[in-house]
């Protein structure tokens, strides 16, 4: 059997080469797409989104075997 996901992954840019803009897309791409893919392709959150979210979360909801189990081989990947 084949295995895949379909992800609704967001094109984010920032408007304009400014600091402000650039971190701003990053934060943004962090939580509208590598919070996914980082666990699914990586087996693990992004850093910078740990580091970001601290003051919000200690990410004490992710438990043991989490990360093991949404980092599985996948046959393909969708993007919508």
């Given at each position: 059997a084949q295995v895949s996901v379909t992800l609704?992954?967001?094109?984010?840019?920032?408007?304009?080469?400014?600091?402000?803009?650039?971190?701003?897309?990053?934060?943004?791409?962090?939580?509208?797409?590598?919070?996914?893919?980082?666990?699914?392709?990586?087996?693990?959150?992004?850093?910078?989104?740990l580091k970001d979210t601290a003051e919000l979360t200690d990410w004490s909801f992710v438990q043991d075997g989490d990360l093991r189990q949404a980092h599985q081989p996948l046959d393909f990947l969708g993007v919508n």
């Open positions: 609704n992954v967001h094109h984010v840019r920032p408007l304009s080469g400014g600091d402000g803009d650039v971190d701003a897309a990053r934060r943004i791409d962090a939580l509208a797409n590598r919070v996914f893919t980082g666990p699914m392709l990586n087996g693990a959150y992004p850093e910078d989104l």
